[in-house]
């Protein structure tokens, strides 16, 4: 049987029957004309979860916007964006599962018109190959970014779906305790990224201050005024030609700015394209800063020993310096130090500007049990991040073998 996906739960044999979505939906025309909905009850289509409040995934509220012709969305409604979201050209679709609210008249609203779960809909389009598939032959895009499609054009596509409802519900449970997974793991990653935000400001001096407002057990007095030139070696590298093929597919990893955090590189050198260029290596926990392009500002403790190109700096602290401490101050300072060097987030850094930056530093003993401590939370980050993406993977891969 064609209509049969790889992975299925047991008890279920049947083949999956293709369906127009013309069959299962139809147009709702509720629009909020007597003013029952106002600007906290928009609703939001998250490229992670089903509809939430405006509110809530933009942080502000719309007062200025008016919304007499917005569309209700009553608890099961199928709604398609019809505008490019991040990733997704054509738009997403998305069902609303929470309370009833309203979304701007340009979206497609639609309310289950057969007795299925209208969720095994959102979760078969959340494949981006099927999504793609299914919206390609029927939108065209407009002078305005929107797509060209009217509520009843994009319902002619068909779908393939069980015919059980019994199997359409466990599927959807699964794929929402997959989804619920992945939004509580985002959601702690937040916090935890948030709070070392916090403990930056806390546990580091602020503008005009010698001493910070955080300090472990055992330690006083000012910290020392002094730059990153004195208290660290630096040096930038460079890229061999791409024209010489000799230069390149090596044994050497050419870590560019974009890769500073990365523990690979997408490129290689060999030993006569370092040989033959300003590249310089670079060992595992050196500080590396990029200076160039959108990763500016950006600084890590490098996880491989590489050679880099003219967009990072390598930065050396002398004896009595502490890596990851230094490695913090500059995090910290980024937003400053991107704002006083770059107009408008335009231009470049310099190995000079990073140079003569000036931080403030207490002795080493206490240098390390800061460092340490940033350290863990780095690392308890890295972990939430590894575990993020991995979930992400998995449903992305039972996305395409639960569904035909």
């Not at 600007?39 to 992670?48: E, H, P």
Request: glycine letters at 8%; one cysteine or more; hydrophobic letters at 35%.
């Amino acid at each position: 049987m064609s209509n049969v996906p790889k992975v299925r739960f047991k008890g279920f044999t049947d083949e999956w029957e293709e369906r127009k979505l013309k069959e299962l939906f139809q147009p709702t025309k509720n629009k909020n004309n007597n003013g029952l909905y106002n600007q906290n009850d928009i609703l939001a289509a998250s490229l992670g979860t089903e509809l939430i409040p405006k509110r809530i995934f933009f942080g502000l509220k719309s007062t200025e916007e008016s919304v007499k012709n917005y569309r209700i969305v009553e608890n099961g409604d199928l709604i398609y964006t019809k505008s490019p979201i991040k990733g997704f050209p054509n738009g997403i679709i998305r069902t609303n599962k929470g309370n009833v609210g309203i979304v701007p008249s340009l979206y497609c609203v639609y309310t289950l018109q057969k007795d299925i779960n209208s969720s095994i809909i959102q979760f078969y389009f959340e494949d981006k190959n099927r999504l793609d598939f299914y919206l390609f032959p029927l939108v065209n895009v407009g002078a305005r970014n929107n797509v060209n499609i009217t509520d009843l054009e994009f319902l002619e596509g068909k779908v393939i779906i069980p015919k059980s409802y019994e199997e359409q519900s466990k599927i959807v449970q699964f794929m929402e305790k997959l989804n619920t997974t992945i939004d509580l793991s985002q959601r702690q990653l937040n916090l935890l990224k948030k709070q070392k935000k916090a403990m930056l400001q806390k546990m580091l001096p602020q503008k005009g201050e010698t001493v910070p407002k955080l300090r472990f057990d055992g330690f006083d007095g000012d910290w020392e005024e002094t730059t990153i030139n004195d208290v660290s070696t630096s040096f930038s590298g460079g890229t061999p030609s791409a024209t010489n093929s000799k230069y390149y597919k090596g044994d050497i990893p050419f870590i560019r700015s974009g890769e500073i955090h990365d523990k690979k590189t997408e490129l290689f050198l060999t030993k006569l394209g370092l040989t033959n260029s300003s590249a310089k290596l670079v060992k595992q926990g050196d500080i590396l800063y990029a200076m160039y392009g959108a990763t500016s500002g950006e600084v890590d403790i490098s996880k491989i020993n590489g050679a880099i190109n003219q967009a990072t700096l390598a930065i050396i602290p002398n004896n009595d310096i502490d890596s990851y401490f230094l490695k913090e101050i500059l995090s910290k300072d980024k937003n400053h130090i991107l704002g006083t060097y770059l107009q408008g987030g335009q231009g470049n850094l310099s190995g000079n500007i990073i140079k003569s930056l000036q931080i403030m530093i207490p002795i080493l003993p206490e240098q390390k049990k800061i460092g340490t401590f940033f350290k863990s939370l780095d690392n308890q980050i890295t972990e939430l991040e590894r575990q993020l993406e991995h979930t992400k993977q998995m449903k992305k891969a039972l996305l395409q073998k639960m569904f035909v």
